[in-house]
């Protein structure tokens, strides 16, 4: 019961905290994701209504299942993490989620280690970082508060 309970939790969580960075990047970074010439091209276009109807059907059920998966990889250590101080549990949640959902992600991405070494020029560029970290680094915050404060 109390895995059953951390999941449910750690996915309202994930899902809240990645809905509320999505939302401000996508305020800040329109030129990343909507529109024919948009830096993305590669992703599905937010101002095109199919390709968009796809994104909000799906978005949901996605980050329910991502947050499901990450939080059954914590159970080994969800003893250990309650046994932490606020701010070191902090620490390591928002550190966990920015640099294994992001910076360290194996999948090549215009702004991690994968995608440095293996994207093309014209896809990492400088001035992309700022708006993808943002994002990141929103979720990564309000992820860690709330999961340090509210899962042990």
Not at 5 to 31: N, P
Not at 97 to 121: H, Q, R, W
Not at 132 to 147: D, H, K, M, R
Request: aromatic share 18%.
């Amino acid at each position: 019961m109390e895995y059953l309970v951390f999941s449910l939790l750690f996915i309202v969580i994930h899902t809240a905290a990645y809905i509320v960075a999505g939302v401000i990047a996508l305020k800040i970074s329109k030129d990343l994701y909507e529109e024919k010439n948009r830096v993305l091209d590669y992703m599905r276009n937010m101002s095109n209504p199919g390709e968009s109807l796809h994104v909000q059907k799906w978005f949901v059920p996605a980050q329910l299942l991502r947050g499901l998966l990450m939080s059954i990889v914590l159970y080994p250590v969800i003893g250990f993490l309650g046994e932490l101080s606020f701010g070191l549990r902090f620490l390591f949640l928002a550190g966990l989620m920015f640099i294994y959902t992001d910076l360290a992600c194996a999948v090549p991405f215009l702004n991690n280690i994968e995608g440095f070494v293996y994207m093309k020029s014209r896809y990492v560029k400088k001035e992309l970082f700022g708006k993808l970290y943002l994002e990141t680094l929103i979720y990564s915050v309000l992820f860690a508060l709330f999961s340090a404060w509210a899962l042990f």
